[in-house]
């Protein structure tokens, strides 16, 4: 089957700046792809060299078999990172709009528009003009704008970034939807979370260059792997030192370590058996995407992130 997407080294600078350095990436039929990486990463012009909307200076982009051209659009759902409705239609009519532009006709774009809007909860607001849309409803009209024509392919450019939890939620259900029906979909973001909800595979870029590509459980591996125990016994230290790269005493008085490469969670649990060290705590903590990230591109690039939601989901404490 055809691939929807392949990228082949591409790269592509801007006055002199590289933003995307030799990158190369299959998305597969019925894949959902997360496409991760802090602010100015990369993804954005990326994703714009895959649909044919900015040129590569080097390598090669190919929708469904072809070069990107508007032949193909029909069978391409894309929301733009920089959002924008025409501000005098109504819900309806920027739905409609935009399946027509994507070659639906005119009474079935309506239809559509008016399933659409009634489907996820937006019914009352059919007629609602967009410029009196709160921010997450008019962000909500776009998506449904951008994938009303049902089309086999999504690309998806931060369709969480401004909403509310709430909304994000939403959007959520509405990609794991699409994603139900087989469709194939690539989506930016740069809050890990949504991609460990939602994605089978990961790609993760930094600084123009991709980093990792690989399932989400392959991602998760990269992140350390902590451990605490507790016990009354002084022999705990001696015990788990062996095993351990990083050795942390905490308030609560456990110890929290992370697991060398070579040692396994099991490893420990046996030295303290052997050596007849009661554990009243042995806890083998449970990885974030996050952690892996810090892992895989250093503390001090997602220090340059500064996004709150990003920033909640560190679940990095032993
Ligand atoms: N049209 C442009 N002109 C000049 N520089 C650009 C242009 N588009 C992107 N860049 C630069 O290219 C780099 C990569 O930007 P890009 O938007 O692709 O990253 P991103 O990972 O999508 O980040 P963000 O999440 O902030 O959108 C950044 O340094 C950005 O400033």
């Known amino acids: 089957m055809t691939p929807p997407l392949s990228v082949n080294h591409v790269s592509k600078s801007f006055a002199g700046k590289q933003a995307v350095d030799d990158v190369s990436f299959t ?7 997360g496409f991760l990486g802090p602010n100015g990463a990369g993804k954005t012009t990326t994703l714009r060299m895959a649909l044919g909307l900015v040129k590569p200076d080097s390598g090669r982009v190919e929708l469904f078999g072809r070069p990107p051209s508007a032949h193909i659009f029909g069978r391409i759902g894309f929301l733009p990172e920089e959002r924008g409705l025409y501000k005098k239609q109504n819900a309806r009519e920027a739905i409609a709009h935009l399946a027509r532009l994507n070659g639906m006709g005119k009474r079935d774009a309506f239809k559509r528009a008016d399933a659409m809007l009634e489907r996820y909860g937006l019914g ?17 009209v776009q998506l449904l704008a951008a994938i009303a024509h049902d089309p ?69 591996n990269k992140a350390p792997r902590r451990l605490v125990l507790d016990s009354d016994n002084d022999a705990l230290l001696s015990t788990v030192t062996p095993f351990a790269g990083e050795f942390i005493r905490r308030d609560d008085g456990a110890v929290g370590i992370v697991l060398k490469d070579t040692a396994e969670a099991h490893d420990v649990l ?48 032993t």
Not at 27 to 33: A, L, M, N, R, S
Not at 191 to 202: K, N, P, S, T, Y
Not at 290 to 298: D, I, K, L, T, W
């Open 124 to 140: 009352d607001a059919r007629k609602k003009k967009n410029k009196d849309m709160s921010k997450g409803m008019a962000q909500k």
């Open 27 to 33: 998305v597969k039929p019925g894949e959902i792809v």
């Open 270 to 317: 046996e030295a303290c058996v052997n050596k007849g060290v009661k554990l009243k705590r042995f806890e083998p903590k449970q990885a974030s995407l996050h952690e892996a990230f810090v892992a895989m591109v250093g503390q001090d690039v997602v220090d340059t992130m500064g996004d709150d939601a990003f920033a909640a989901n560190t679940g990095a404490s």
């Open 152 to 220: 086999e392919f999504y690309i998806l450019d931060e369709p969480f970034s401004g909403l509310d939890p709430v909304n994000q939620q939403v959007l959520e259900s509405i990609v794991r939807e699409i994603a139900g029906q087989g469709r194939t979909i690539i989506f930016s973001t740069h809050v890990m979370e949504h991609a460990e909800r939602l994605c089978d595979r990961i790609i993760l870029m930094s600084g123009g260059r991709k980093v990792f590509d690989g399932s989400t459980e392959a991602a998760l």
